[in-house]
């Protein structure tokens, strides 16, 4: 415990001060004391700063959380032509993120042994501008991997139902599902799903062309109702937990907030994209928008919303899935299926939820607090409270700006938002307490790679550096 001396923290080396600081209690205005990169106190906003300490003072910028985006596609080693980690961490943290999970697959190797985990690290460790931790993957034939992963420090496991793009990470039948979620479950793991039914996707039309209509019937909605349906009875049947990954279609919302009342521990996400593009605007032609399960109509759009301010939905993340640009030419049966948008989560999520009537309050719970808690980081990440790293989003909510894919970090200029003004600029991103990016540009590269809490805020790193006293 720190002693207090007339009313301050000793040794405070960092106080942030705005006017909109968002807190778990609500919005306020705020003085944050930072000691060794973590919060020590959310004090009155006109806290005397102490001797030797430096003040930032946001002014009336919003002092966010840092986002924790837990469903990021780096693809490095192995596809570092689509993305790596340097260019995703140099967009995560010009856009407001601060801890950034890696998903197993489009790597190679797949993140599906301890041994490529080590190479995945071992190629992450001196390129992260934020911090950094690793989804492990199921696939067929792996079982004995799951648990040496899960000891080594991954998240969680990802599986596909459907085929997943890539031939070296096939997905899960049903009996290598039950054998998988069987041995997570016997973990304490958890197991994080991209639930689309393959036989709904082979019974649907598969015309491929330039015609997004034919796209969406191609991904029907009904893939993903099955199989989530399934994935609940499962979890119910193993006493598993399991998330439902980039969660499209509304129409599995009841049944999955049915099952949680039911006490079946299953949590749901969805992305910027479902939230904020609509079927109805996407171009014919227009692959920057081909993503699996796709973008669907306006009136699902709105019912993802519902299932957010219903709180049924626990987080909002990217599934940033860059590929080359030329992988995106053809039509929408040929080109690479996947987002870019990991620098523009925090503005596309924030224009459409504030003119839905949402709050910054309500941001920070969907894309910052909300994946903390599903990746088990809750009590270190994704809160502006005492005792947690200090990471901070500071943005200007009221101001616009139209995005220029050149602009952005991530490696290969294409997004399905250029062109688009969204309100929102992200001015300075803060790690443990130092500036890692302002107004667009990354400074400092100060990322840490992390594992799952094991032993509360042990990072990786930490175990090999003296904890400053
Ligand atoms: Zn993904």
Avoid at 165 to 182: D, K, Q, R
Wanted: proline share 7%.
């Amino acid at each position: 415990m720190l002693k207090r001396r007339g009313g301050q923290v000793p040794g405070v080396q960092l106080v942030m001060r705005s006017t909109r600081v968002v807190t778990p209690e609500g919005t306020r205005a705020a003085s944050v004391s930072v000691r060794d990169g973590r919060i020590t106190e959310v004090g009155p906003y006109d806290a005397r700063v102490p001797d030797g300490a430096e003040l930032a003072d946001a002014g009336e910028d919003a002092v966010l959380p840092g986002l924790v985006d837990t469903h990021v596609h780096v693809n490095d080693p192995g596809r570092t032509e689509w993305e790596g980690f340097s260019t995703a961490t140099r967009a995560a943290a010009a856009g407001g993120i601060t801890t950034l999970l890696d998903m197993p697959l489009n790597s190679l190797p797949p993140t599906t042994t301890v041994a490529h985990l080590r190479t995945k690290q071992d190629t992450a460790r001196a390129q992260v501008h934020v911090d950094t931790g690793f989804w492990g993957g199921a696939i067929p034939g792996n079982v004995a991997d799951l648990r040496p992963l899960h000891e080594a420090g991954v998240f969680g496991f990802k599986c596909f139902l459907s085929p997943s793009g890539v031939e070296e990470f096939p997905e899960l039948g049903p009996a290598a599902l039950e054998s998988a979620l069987t041995e997570i479950a016997g973990l304490g793991g958890l197991l994080i799903v991209h639930a689309e039914d393959p036989s709904h996707l082979a019974a649907a039309p598969q015309k491929g062309g330039p015609a997004y209509a034919d796209f969406l019937a191609s991904r029907p909605r009904a893939a993903e109702n099955d199989a989530i349906a399934r994935l609940i009875d499962l979890a119910r049947k193993l006493d598993a937990r399991v998330h439902v990954l980039h969660l499209s279609s509304g129409d599995a919302l009841p049944a999955i907030a049915r099952a949680r009342r039911e006490g079946v521990a299953i949590t749901v996400e969805t992305c910027p994209h479902f939230l904020t593009l609509s079927a109805e605007e996407v171009p014919d032609g227009a692959t920057e928008f081909k993503c699996c399960p796709p973008i669907r109509e306006r009136a699902n759009q709105d019912a993802l919303w519902q299932g957010l301010a219903d709180g049924d939905i626990d987080c909002v993340v990217s599934d940033h899935s860059p590929c080359t640009a030329e992988l995106k030419d053809g039509d929408f049966g040929t080109a690479w299926g996947g987002i870019s948008s990991l620098q523009l989560g925090l503005p596309a999520v924030w224009t459409a939820a504030r003119s839905r009537g949402h709050t910054l309050d309500d941001v920070a719970r969907w894309m910052s607090s909300g994946p903390a808690r599903l990746a088990g980081l809750d009590g270190r990440k994704g809160a502006v409270a005492p005792g947690h790293d200090a990471d901070f989003a500071v943005l200007a909510p009221e101001e616009s700006f139209t995005v220029d894919p050149v602009r952005l970090h991530h490696r290969n200029p294409v997004t399905a938002y250029a062109g688009s003004t969204l309100h929102g600029v992200v001015r300075a991103t803060w790690l443990r307490g130092q500036r890692i990016a302002e107004d667009g540009r990354p400074l400092r590269q100060c990322g840490r790679l992390i594992e799952r809490n094991q032993h509360a805020g042990r990072t990786e790193t930490q175990r090999t550096e003296r904890p400053t006293a």
